[in-house]
């Protein structure tokens, strides 16, 4: 296993970090659900193959994902890094069970550290910003958090390049513990983040978190363009997708993996994956599976590396098309 260390900071995680949104019995949206015997055959096996990172959130199955993890962990918790995030809606009659305010977050470290079995949360994560609490508030709750010592580290998620650099300049004035991770969609068919998350972040110290590293299971290859799709699988049961991406070049994109991974003895998703770890700005990425083998597969891209020409090329069929005003900047760059 690789270990990288996460953002600015001197902890180091694993390059491939085990999500637990599909950690549920009784299914949560498009996740699916699995049996706890699966979750615990999952996380061993994670854990015994080098995987020292755990993703999930109070949201996931309402509280289940933190629940099944931590049982799943059993005496292995206090021995891993354990990441949860806070900010989604927990109970629908309550308007104040939701949010970033002070009052929220206070009461989701209890109820998140309750039901993973911990004294403490190695990284809080804030799920997604709130425009109706002020910034300032989220910040100081999530630094007396850490002064009080529940939480080590904090991190975002999906958060716009300007409110990351919002945030962390008060967060820089105020001497306030600063984030070190932002978590956020990257792969092969979402490179949205490039244009200006990723240079924030570099500038700030922050560690990227590449969520949906396959784009929601896309570049697994078991989508064909001319038959149906699974009758198990996400985008199947998705009415609209989640992820947004050209599907005529989705397919091309798959194929080309093929292409690559047969030179390498490697399967798509392992090439995909493969893809993201040559990118220094990453820090670990985030992969959710359904069963044991999806888990085995996706390790299988640590074992080896994609040369710099297969990089280059993915690179380039892959291109984002750059907005206003990342394309009048590059005319000026050099001047």
């Known amino acids: 296993m690789e270990y990288r260390n996460l953002g600015n900071s001197g902890i180091k995680v694993s ?13 949560w949206r498009s ?13 061993d096996f994670a854990v015994d193959s ?27 918790k206090n021995e891993v890094i354990i990441a949860t995030k806070v900010r989604g809606v927990m109970d629908e009659k309550d308007p104040n069970s939701r949010g970033l305010s002070r009052y929220h977050i206070f009461r989701s470290i209890d109820q998140s ?3 993973l079995g911990r004294d403490y949360i190695d990284l809080y994560q804030l799920h997604w910003w709130d425009n109706h609490t002020p910034i300032e508030e ?12 529940k939480v080590r580290y904090v991190g975002i998620s999906d958060f716009a390049g300007w409110q990351i650099a919002r945030s962390v300049s008060i967060q820089e004035m105020k001497n306030y513990s600063k984030f070190i991770s932002a978590q956020m969609y990257y792969s092969l068919l979402g490179r949205d983040i490039e244009f200006e998350v990723v240079p924030a972040c570099e500038a700030l110290g922050l560690g990227i978190l590449a969520w949906s590293p396959l784009a929601g299971g896309f570049l697994t290859g078991k989508y064909s363009k001319n038959r149906p799709y699974p009758d198990d699988s996400r985008y199947s049961r998705m009415e609209k997708p989640f992820l947004r991406f050209d599907l005529d070049k989705a397919h091309s994109v798959v194929d080309e993996l093929r ?28 992969i959710g599976v359904k069963n044991l083998d999806q888990l085995k597969d996706n390790l299988g891209c640590v074992r080896w590396e994609l040369s710099e020409g297969d990089i280059q090329y993915l690179d380039e069929i892959t291109k984002p098309e750059r907005p206003y005003p990342q394309w009048f900047l590059d005319l000026f760059a050099d001047l």
């Open 259 to 286: 292409k690559i991974g047969k030179r390498y003895g490697a399967t798509t998703s392992q090439v995909a994956l493969n893809w993201l770890r040559s990118k220094p700005f990453v820090s670990s990425i985030i």
């Open 138 to 149: 989220t910040l100081e709750a999530l630094n007396d958090l850490v002064r009080i010592g």
């Open 50 to 76: 080098g995987i020292n990172f755990f993703d999930t959130a109070n949201i996931y199955g309402f509280g289940e994902s933190e629940t099944l993890l931590g049982k799943a962990l059993g005496d292995k």
């Open 113 to 115: 550290l309750k039901r």
């Open 31 to 43: 996740a699916g659900s699995m049996s706890f015997s699966e979750i615990k055959k999952v996380v």
């Open 15 to 27: 390059v491939i970090c085990l999500g637990a949104m599909t950690f549920t019995e009784k299914g």
